[in-house]
């Protein structure tokens, strides 16, 4: 269970650096370097490969009737969950 809430607050972090790439691409923010290419990466590519594969293990949780609830933020679910849905239209 551990592992899995160091996952979705990592996947938050991703799901922010797509909140910044998206606003980069409207008013540029950030100067062209490293750094901003890795929130680049981060945002566009990582951002939806975790998240799917946060969202996913949990749903095979519930369907396992763990105690998720008790384990993980409830914040921390649905704003994982809400990423999801624009990244699924950015996608396709």
């Known amino acids: 269970m551990k592992n ?3 996952l979705m607050r990592v996947s938050l972090i991703c799901n922010g650096c797509l909140l910044v790439t998206l ?3 409207w ?3 950030l100067p062209q370097s490293v750094i901003s290419s890795t929130i ?3 945002g566009v590519i990582l951002s939806f490969i975790l998240n799917l594969f946060v ?3 949990f749903v095979i949780l519930l369907i396992q ?3 998720v609830w008790d384990h993980f933020p409830r914040w921390l679910i649905i704003l994982n969950l ?3 849905i624009p990244q699924f ?3 396709f």
Do not use: E, R, T
């Open 23 to 25: 606003l980069n691409k």
């Open 40 to 42: 680049i990466v981060m």
């Open 65 to 67: 009737k763990k105690q």
């Open 89 to 91: 239209i950015l996608i």
């Open 82 to 84: 809400l990423f999801l």
């Open 4 to 6: 899995i809430l160091f």
């Open 55 to 57: 969202n996913i293990s």
């Open 27 to 29: 008013w540029p923010l």
